[in-house]
């Protein structure tokens, strides 16, 4: 073979193999940019859930608030309800009255301990306390109790507020006091019997 042949088949071998390894390279880029796209495609479909998982959870949980303060409404609704009812039994079930506003005042008088008691009532119930001072003498099996009554009326719609003679120690035993800590111990168990009976009631 002479020179010049022996040089057109070294530039033919390495054309074809400057040819192969572009092809090569060539595929191999294609073959990255595709993984590298599948790759991208992974990562933003990824992100689009998570992003619409994340919509929908807030979605629940402003939701659940929603539904919780709609609740709370119902729950402030049903304990001014009970007020509602409390405040009436003065007025429409005067011998009901009578019996409660005796219990109070012997609830007072067993946790303040003596022998002497200063009592504060509504206005309203003057016309009826006798009896009921009679009442609480009857239940204690106890006459020689002493229960005077301040003239200073009390500013709430029934019950009373028992102080000891000396003016030291008082128990609070009215409508409010009683309602509030009603409120206080029962505001959670009623809440959650107002959030179950929604549910029970959804489709």
């Known amino acids: 073979m002479s020179i010049e042949a022996l040089k057109a088949e070294i530039k033919k ?6 040819r192969r390894i572009l092809l090569e ?30 919509l929908e959870e807030k979605e629940k949980v402003e939701l659940a608030i929603a539904r919780i303060d709609g609740k709370k409404k119902d729950l402030e609704e049903v304990f001014k309800e009970a007020e509602n009812r409390l405040n009436k039994i003065p007025i429409e079930n005067r011998e009901l009255y009578k019996k ?10 067993k946790n303040l301990g003596g ?14 306390i006798n009896d009921v001072i009679e009442m609480v003498k009857r239940k204690l099996h106890d006459k020689k109790i002493g229960i005077s009554v301040s003239p200073e009326p009390l500013n709430d719609a029934g019950g009373v507020i028992i102080y000891t003679k000396d003016m030291r120690l008082y128990y609070t035993n009215t409508f409010e006091s009683r309602l509030m800590k009603f409120k206080s111990e029962n505001r959670s168990k009623v809440l959650e019997i107002l959030l179950k009976s929604n549910q029970e009631v959804k489709p």
Request: glycine share 2%.
């Open 13 to 18: 071998a390495a054309e074809e193999e400057s």
């Open 115 to 128: 022998s002497e008691f200063l009592i504060k009532i509504n206005q309203r119930d003057h016309e009826i």
């Open 100 to 109: 409660v506003l005796s219990d109070f005042i012997i609830e007072g008088i």
């Open 25 to 54: 390279a060539e595929q191999k880029a294609k073959t990255i940019i595709s993984e590298a796209e599948q790759k991208a495609k992974s990562i933003m479909e990824k992100r689009v859930q998570e992003t619409i998982r994340k």
